[in-house]
């Protein structure tokens, strides 16, 4: 069986199995979800510098009370198969990993016997929904770091599985959590009109565009705008992205991804009593502590919801895209990808 027909399988099996409608009412995937029974964390994938930045906060000799007591205990280092810039991480990232205390194993099965919660690191979203599948099998509470997958239906059939082992998912860059964001979702600018940020948006031709890495910037436009995009259109030259959703009240949010020049992330959001820009990112902390509260309560900070709708205007971008900039329905890929 090809690696794309396996992961249809897998994904098909999923939804099936789980009876679960992409657009239907997900955010309470987990009655009595399955909660972590100790502090040991193990790390699927060390081809991302997100994998040793984690460690070497949650194993510090004087790490904060905020990380509970969570400690790196073991790492699966193989992740992707054919990203050059992957593979190439892999010997330096476990080596640093295994100064740190971590066990380095041969396969995701032996790690899952050693842990008892999960971060899926590999950064290659194509293999995220095989590899989620053993640890949901093990009900093993799992942040899933960006993206959560290479393709809305992956994304759909991993929230399947955790409904169907009752074991919660969370997945988001880093980037929601960028200085600025959490204020103005509290209210202080009241309600948000609209928003535009930017990212890198650096390509790799194995995914889809934005799964790569324009996600980050995509992931604070939802943070900041929240769901209900209705239409997305993207123009698109070889060095710049940029692309418009109209939400359903009528809101228009954008994103632009960059691919010269000076690189940073940002934005600027639009609200009832104030225009403000966002603030810095501040590193990788800011996540690792509502990936910790995750751990202890089963309870996502991001509604499966918003997961999914992320993942859809970003293969309405794309599909805008190859249509040369016409406008896409959001409703036709959420339906599609039942």
């Known amino acids: 069986m090809s690696n794309y027909n396996r992961r249809n399988f897998i994904r098909m099996a999923a939804l099936a199995g789980a009876g679960l409608s992409v657009t239907g009412n997900i955010s309470s995937l987990y009655a009595k979800p399955v909660l972590a029974t100790g502090k040991r964390v193990g790390i699927i994938g060390l081809d991302t510098s997100h994998a040793t930045a984690f460690t070497k906060t949650l194993n510090a000799a004087n790490a904060p009370a905020s990380y509970g007591g969570y400690k790196v205990v ?6 992707s198969n054919d990203i050059a810039s992957s593979v190439e991480r892999i010997p330096g990232y476990t080596a640093e990993v295994k100064a740190m205390g971590v066990e380095i194993v041969n396969s995701i099965a032996d790690l899952l016997k050693k842990v008892d919660v999960v971060l899926l690191e590999t950064n290659d979203g194509r293999l995220h929904l095989e590899q989620a599948t053993q640890v949901l099998k093990a009900r093993k509470p799992m942040f899933i770091d960006k993206p959560m997958a290479a393709s809305l239906e992956d994304a759909a059939a ?15 860059s880093s980037l929601r959590y960028i200085d600025g964001i959490a204020e103005i979702s509290a209210g202080k600018i009241g309600k948000v009109l609209g928003a535009e940020t930017y990212s890198p948006s650096k390509l790799e031709k194995t995914h889809p565009d934005f799964f790569w890495y324009g996600i980050h ?10 769901t209900g995009c209705k239409t997305v259109t993207r123009i698109h030259t070889p060095d710049t992205d940029v692309v418009v959703g109209v939400w359903e009240d009528g809101r ?26 966002l603030g810095s990112f501040t590193g990788y902390n800011p996540l690792l502590e509502e990936i910790v509260k995750f751990f202890e309560s089963g309870q996502s900070p991001v509604r499966p ?12 971008a794309d599909e805008s895209k190859a249509k040369g900039g016409v406008p896409v329905s959001m409703e036709k890929l959420l339906t599609k990808a039942k």
């Open 217 to 226: 910037g995509i992931e604070m436009l939802f943070a900041l705008m929240g």
């Open 305 to 316: 919801e918003e997961t999914l709708e992320i993942a859809a205007f970003m293969e309405a």
């Open 74 to 79: 073991a790492a699966y280092p193989k992740g």
């Open 158 to 172: 991993i929230f399947a599985l955790a409904k169907k082992y009752n074991t919660p998912v969370f997945s988001s």
């Open 252 to 277: 228009i949010g954008s994103f632009r991804g960059t691919r010269k020049g000076a690189s940073g992330y940002g934005g600027r959001v639009f609200g009832e009593k104030a225009t403000v820009a």
